[in-house]
């Protein structure tokens, strides 16, 4: 595997001062509203459309879907695309039912709805139930993932895995000092970097496979020979396995239960995720 160069390291390390002095500027220049809970997670309604639509975006891509669900794309296919083709749909919906009622209500957190319909112990339950998922699970699982990827091309030790950990929270730190109104426009900056990134990590990956295959370095030769080495991956629904099914195919059922999951378990988790998830109530 590449490791980085100089060149990389430069880059890595110009990124991380441009987006955390661009975060610690805007953060510097707020004025109104400054030191309210409102103004943190609200912004006072400063942020433009696009800025939001691209923190939702910012913030929904992360280590998760760069190594998790790219590792399932490469165990099961691209059936791994139903979680976000419902979650189109899932978007919608939530625009259109639930952030009017939040909005109505004023409300821009969870434990806040829970608190308005039933009870304060509702509230507090779900709040404390959150802070422990959102430390414990999220945020450590995204810095894990995140260290890991850069240690792996780094080739570094456990002692830089623990380091690249350490600098992750304070670059989290440092963006999110001025809550929304920070979080809403260094997430553009993100954006961008995940959509060029992400074009790229395709284009090389893709002209890889051609090269293995002495096709040239040619993108669609690239692409048409993974259709023809691995035409299983390309089906949007996973067939239900039969009696002479081998544990693989058993265990991707399992992860992606072939129509059913268009018409069930999936609408809960979308819907959760985006109409219930402190995350995009925020933005939204």
Not at 20 to 47: C, H, M, N, P, Q
Not at 113 to 126: A, Q
Not at 213 to 240: C, R, T, Y
Request: proline share 2%; net charge negative.
């Amino acid at each position: 595997m590449e490791k980085f160069a100089t060149v990389d390291y430069i880059i890595f390390v110009i990124y991380f001062f441009v987006v955390a002095g661009y975060g610690y500027w805007i953060y510097r220049k707020k004025t109104v509203g400054a030191g309210s809970s409102k103004d943190y997670f609200l912004a006072e309604g400063s942020l433009t459309w696009w800025a939001i639509g691209a923190s939702l975006i910012a913030s929904n891509i992360s280590a998760e879907q760069f190594i998790g669900m790219s590792g399932n794309g490469f165990e099961v296919g691209i059936a791994v695309a139903a979680y976000e083709i419902i979650a189109a749909v899932a978007l919608i919906i939530v625009a259109v039912w639930f952030i009017p009622v939040y909005l109505k209500n004023k409300i821009f957190t969870m434990p806040q709805f829970l608190n308005n319909r039933y009870n304060e112990t509702t509230s507090l339950i779900m709040a404390v139930f959150w802070l422990f998922l959102y430390v414990f699970v999220n945020l450590t699982s995204i810095l894990y993932l995140g260290a890991i990827a850069i240690s792996s091309m780094a080739g570094g030790s456990e002692t830089t895995f623990q380091v690249i950990v350490i600098a992750l929270a304070v670059f989290a730190i440092i963006i999110t000092l001025g809550g929304m109104r920070v979080i809403g426009f260094t997430d553009v900056i993100q954006v961008v970097v995940l959509i060029v990134g992400g074009v790229a990590t395709t284009y090389v990956a893709l002209t890889l496979v051609s090269d293995h295959f002495g096709l040239g370095k040619d993108v669609l030769a690239g692409f048409n020979q993974l259709m023809v080495s691995a035409p299983e991956h390309f089906e949007m629904i996973v067939d239900k396995p039969g009696p002479e099914a081998t544990l693989e195919g058993i265990n991707k059922y399992l992860m992606l239960p072939g129509k059913g999951m268009y018409l069930a378990g999936f609408w809960i988790v979308n819907l959760n995720y985006w109409g219930c998830n402190q995350y995009f109530t925020q933005r939204a």
